[in-house]
């Protein structure tokens, strides 16, 4: 017990003390305590610096680039060839690489994780809820490097039966496993949500005569949107930020093609690509990956900041 | 105009259906979910259950599948998880404190809340690319373990933090109360109460953290995990491989062996994470009862 590391805590016990002795032990402790004190703040800071790094780091290696190539080829050209002549800077294509495997893995994982939410937290037993639960955590646990296995080996194999000309990088196969992949983030976060509007509220809708299917549609998911909508947007900032299986699953050329049957390249497989490589430190095409690391970052910044908004200023509370 | 007696009870028999049809398509989409979990495990078992022997678990990756193995990776990610544990937990244990109990409801405390809720939700692989800069260049740590640990440390940080937070959160007011007036001071209380009493929340969400650090690929190839590594590491300063980096390295080789090494290679991984997420369910339902 901490009484015996400071006896003065159980200063009644020892009157022999004087009471000068005691005030310096006392003085001791408090600057132990002061110690202790900086040494948790000190800690925390450590959140705060490593914000701090990974935008200075970023930015600064990013203006570098700049300097070597203008903003407008790179936000704007739309040929991807920074490692090879004739080297060409435009992001376009990573990004729409990593917009159509996106959107592709939101049609999946959206109307999914919500049909899910809606069975687990409307119309499931306990005992089903505590089975299912577990099961939908520990498919969110399996790593992502997992999934691009999935992805190579039953996905594309399967997708190449039912579409023969399907290349075997594809971005269909990539949207799909991303999507069953933010399935069940999708799913928690929402039966979350949804169960936490009040039973009163489903009571009030079926008392005057409406259905399940009436009450879950009409006033469960409208009560609980906020937070419904703030983990469609944490899926979607999870899938643009992906790494493994789509590189594994997508491949490695970067196109601006509308099909979903060739091979892309998205913002984080380009950076896969570059650390792989031997790519020397300092050149130009060491620079792109800041560049394209500073938009990925950017990108997912302000997805979950608008996620937190959502949450914050439109969650209803409920007495 | 006012609906017949049929009419109506046709109506009703029509909502009534469509709310059957929605019960049974919801229930249909979340047990797919699950199918899919059995049909993912029971591919990856079949292809890689065969090359799952003790060789396997003994030797040292090889151009050769047959003589193949996970040696090297089991180690490192061994060494790695050792590592991280302990730079991640006494730091981010720490800051939960710091938080929770010290900070106040001051404007540092939300702007350090704010910045963890952030920091979560920043990609891994952006995490890779501060260690590549901050540790391996910069600190000139060179490839190693220590460099890997580091990394993985950062990004499991807001994780640990967040789920401890909760967890200190649930520790009623009342026992800091009753320390108080006993006449603790700050940090007495907290070291003698407030955390013994979080210990089992906080463990759930560092095991949590640390499977996931288990299983992330991309930072550690960003900075620089070797794909092939025929020894074991010594110390944190040596170079290093682990079991996510030598699956990736097997998935993107074009034959078919080598496919089913990596299956053998994630069964292991699977079966690591599986134990430690069992644990962290374990403390969970032991503690639920008990604070019943």
Aim: aromatic letters at 10%.
């Amino acid at each position: 017990m901490a009484q015996e590391e400071y006896p003065d805590a159980a200063g009644a016990s020892q009157p022999a003390e004087s009471p000068a002795a005691r005030s310096i032990k006392k003085s001791g402790v408090l600057w132990g305590e002061l110690a202790i004190k900086s040494w948790l703040a000190s800690c925390s800071f450590i959140s705060i610096v490593t914000t701090a790094a990974i935008v200075i780091l970023l930015l600064s290696e990013t203006l570098n680039f700049f300097e070597n190539v203008s903003p407008g080829e790179f936000f704007f050209g739309t040929t991807w060839t920074p490692l090879f002549e004739p080297s060409s800077f435009g992001v376009l294509p990573l990004v729409w690489g990593t917009l159509i495997v996106t959107i592709g893995a939101a049609l999946i994982a959206i109307p999914t994780g919500l049909a899910s939410a809606i069975y687990l937290s409307e119309y499931a037993s306990d005992r089903m809820r505590s089975t299912i639960k577990p099961v939908l955590e520990l498919l969110a646990g399996i790593p992502t490097v997992v999934y691009g296995y999935f992805a190579l080996t039953f996905v594309t194999p399967v997708l190449r039966n039912v579409f023969p000309d399907i290349q075997v990088f594809n971005a269909l196969s990539a949207a799909i496993v991303v999507g069953i992949m933010v399935l069940p983030m999708v799913a928690t976060m929402s039966d979350n949500a949804l169960r936490a509007v009040p039973i009163s509220l489903r009571q009030g809708a079926y008392a005057l005569g409406a259905t399940s299917y009436e009450v879950t549609t009409r006033v469960v998911v409208p009560a609980g949107l906020s937070g419904v909508m703030a983990s469609f947007l944490l899926a979607i900032s999870r899938a643009i930020g992906e790494t493994m299986a789509v590189t594994l699953a997508a491949g490695q050329t970067p196109n601006m093609s509308l099909s979903m049957f060739e091979s892309i390249q998205t913002m984080t497989s380009y950076i896969v690509q570059v650390s792989l490589g031997d790519t020397p430190s300092g050149g130009v095409a060491y620079q792109t990956l800041f560049a394209v690391a500073t938009l990925l970052f950017a990108i997912t910044l302000v997805i979950n900041i608008i996620s937190q908004m959502i949450l914050n200023r439109f969650r209803e509370v409920y007495e | 105009m006012p609906l017949t007696t049929e009419q109506e009870s046709r109506h009703l028999e029509k909502r009534h259906r469509k709310a059957r049809f929605f019960a049974i398509f919801c229930a249909a989409i979340t047990w797919s979910s699950v199918l899919l979990l059995a049909v993912l495990l029971y591919q990856v078992s079949i292809e890689g259950f065969r090359w799952l022997d003790w060789q396997f678990i003994s030797s040292f990756p090889s151009r050769f599948p047959e003589r193949a193995g996970i040696k090297s990776a089991l180690v490192g990610t061994i060494w790695l998880i050792s590592l991280v544990a302990l730079i991640s937990i006494p730091v981010g244990v720490s800051t939960a404190l710091y938080l929770e109990e010290f900070a106040g409801k001051g404007k540092i405390s939300k702007i350090i809340e704010v910045n963890v809720a952030n920091l979560a939700g920043v990609p891994s692989i952006v995490y890779g690319i501060l260690g590549l800069a901050i540790f391996v260049r910069f600190f000139a740590l060179e490839r190693s373990l220590i460099s890997g640990a580091l990394t993985m440390s950062l990004l499991i940080l807001p994780v640990i933090i967040i789920a401890s937070r909760e967890a200190i959160k649930t520790v009623p007011q009342g026992i800091r109360n009753a320390a108080y007036s006993l006449g603790a001071t700050k940090w007495q209380t907290t070291w003698a109460h407030v955390l013994p009493a979080s210990f089992p929340g906080i463990m759930t969400g560092v095991i949590l953290a640390l499977s996931r650090s288990i299983g992330e690929t991309a930072p550690l190839i960003m900075i620089g995990a070797m794909t092939f590594v025929a020894f074991l590491p010594e110390g944190p300063m040596d170079s290093f491989t682990a079991m996510p980096i030598q699956i990736y390295n097997w998935v993107s080789r074009p034959q078919e062996e080598f496919h089913e090494l990596a299956a053998a290679g994630i069964i292991v991984l699977l079966a690591v994470l599986l134990a430690m997420n069992a644990t962290a369910i374990f403390i969970r339902n032991r503690t639920e009862r008990r604070m019943k």
